[in-house]
């Protein structure tokens, strides 16, 4: 049997290489060669009818990373095992909505921070299982060689995703600008320090001001301020707040962030509002309003994945060459500098609870994000899946798309990561209320205080209605995510 599962892989990865080009004989690994064998026992047991189609939906711009370069891993796929695939495209929002509507999907992804409310609901499978049953090291193992999978891949103890994308959040500066003699001896005279990279959110908030040129066209500060996602860019602020960690809530799930960090982490994102576009508060105007500009040189700093690095590194981007990225800002507690980078968007694989055919969703997951399968859907130019194995980092092709210095910032800084969003079931309602006080408060209607303390009290309301005991026991396996708190026991 091991002879025939040696030739099988041997011929797959023959006709892979034929078909993408691979300067090696040998292209898909063991992961992807133990997902075909396992794909062909299913067939030979008659748990693949006729005319099985595996059924995949993902997001446009995650497109070309589940299919590769022209359809390529599509066909190598199809060429491997004999299943077609159908490819369907869904919103740019959270995948609750979609999962409920479609019972005919296989596999599709979801957002890092959506998985407690999709396991509360029962709309994905434990994963966990099906590790067992066809002989695969589960991804949260350090072993199987993902980036920070206990983070993207887990609730509770379950594993129910499958790490697909990196989304680690990443702040791009303009290094020409901080180069500019004229601009430095500018800021030093206003400010009597350096101009540099900032260390801290204080020092950040200082640049953004100065370079922020309105009458230009040109912004200081590019992040998203409109009412959806203003938690992401909240919380790299507020997790920076605390040694080793700024905690969401206490042992009893008491909000801590009505509190003086969580004050001064508000003002610390409200205060790039004054330097931001006129339109930032606008509904809608997420990073597909700010990136754009950014990436048309039209501003400073903005904040969001690795994936915009493939986009300033294009040939005729024109910030190539200009712009750089640099590890997240923190804040000095007790003389020590913290700092948070966080999880923000994330799009991993989950399999529906009502899909026709799991256990080919799963083994097309597994295929997929082989060690080297999963190379050639990270580095596609027009994919946004970001390096999700620590591998990712140092390949080639990938160090070309992204740009090697990018990729060495945002790799040190994996450490000191923490994960997205809160991690219990209500996330959604969670960050909902959060985001909206935010909003408020930056479009001038309550201060930093009135949104913390209101956004404590519609957490008290949400952890209540979800059941404190519960909650509480969601909550501490949650923290053992948090850097320094990670598990090690499997």
């Not at 999907?105 to 966990?128: C, K, N, P, S």
């Not at 798309?401 to 450490?415: F, I, N, Q, T």
Request: net charge neutral; with cysteine; aromatic share 8%.
């Amino acid at each position: 049997m091991q002879g025939g599962l040696n030739a099988l892989g041997g011929r797959c990865a023959l006709a892979l290489c034929a078909l993408l080009g691979a300067p090696s004989p040998v292209w898909a690994g063991a992961q992807a060669e133990r997902a075909v064998a396992a794909v062909a026992q299913l067939r030979v047991a008659g748990d693949i009818p006729a005319g099985t189609t595996l059924t995949l939906t993902v997001k446009q711009g995650n497109l070309a990373s589940f299919v590769g370069a022209n359809g390529a891993l599509k066909a190598a796929w199809v060429a491997q095992t004999g299943v077609p695939v159908d490819v369907k495209v869904m919103p740019q929002l959270d995948s609750q909505a979609f999962i409920r509507a479609d019972p005919d999907v296989d596999l599709t992804i979801a957002r890092t921070h959506e998985y407690a409310d999709l396991v509360d609901a029962g709309l994905i499978e434990d994963l966990t299982p099906w590790f067992s049953r066809f002989g695969f090291t589960r991804v949260d193992d350090p072993a199987a060689g993902f980036m920070l999978a206990p983070q993207q891949t887990r609730f509770g103890d379950a594993v129910v995703a499958i790490p697909a994308d990196g989304d680690v959040a990443v702040l791009y500066l303009r290094a020409d600008l901080l180069d500019d003699p004229v601009h430095r001896q500018r800021f030093a005279a206003r400010f009597g320090r350096p101009l540099a990279v900032p260390e801290t959110w204080a020092e950040y908030t200082d640049l953004v001001t100065y370079f922020h040129r309105p009458a230009d066209g040109f912004y200081g500060a590019l992040e998203p301020r409109e009412p959806l996602t203003g938690w992401m860019y909240w919380m790299l602020r507020y997790a920076s707040r605390g040694r080793p960690n700024q905690w969401l809530f206490d042992d009893a799930m008491r909000p801590l962030i009505d509190s003086p960090a969580g004050i001064a982490a508000t003002r610390d994102y409200l205060a790039t509002v004054a330097a931001s576009p006129p339109d930032i508060l606008a509904a809608g105007n997420d990073y597909s309003y700010t990136l754009p500009l950014f990436l048309q040189g039209k501003g400073f700093a903005t904040i969001i994945t690795l994936a915009a690095a493939k986009l300033i590194n294009q040939p005729h981007s024109p910030v190539r060459g200009k712009a750089i990225a640099v590890p997240m800002p923190g804040n000095r507690i007790g003389g020590t500098l913290v700092r948070r980078g966080a999880l923000i968007y994330g799009n991993n694989l989950v399999v529906p609870r009502r899909a026709p055919n799991k256990a080919l969703a799963f083994l097309f997951a597994m295929w997929l994000t082989d060690p080297d399968n999963s190379r050639h859907s990270v580095g596609v130019r027009g994919g946004f899946a970001d390096p999700y194995r620590l591998t990712h980092f140092d390949d080639p092709r990938i160090r070309e798309v992204y740009s090697p210095a990018m990729l060495d910032v945002v790799r040190e800084g994996l450490p000191e990561t923490v994960p997205a969003g809160i991690g219990v079931p209500g996330d959604a309602a969670y960050l909902a209320a959060l985001s909206t006080q935010l909003w408020q408060a930056a479009a001038g209607k309550i201060s930093a205080a009135q949104a913390m303390r209101r956004t404590a009290q519609a957490w008290e309301t949400i952890t209540e209605s979800h059941g404190r005991e519960s909650q509480i026991a969601h909550w501490r396996r949650h923290r053992r995510l948090y850097p320094g708190a990670m598990e090690t026991a499997r």
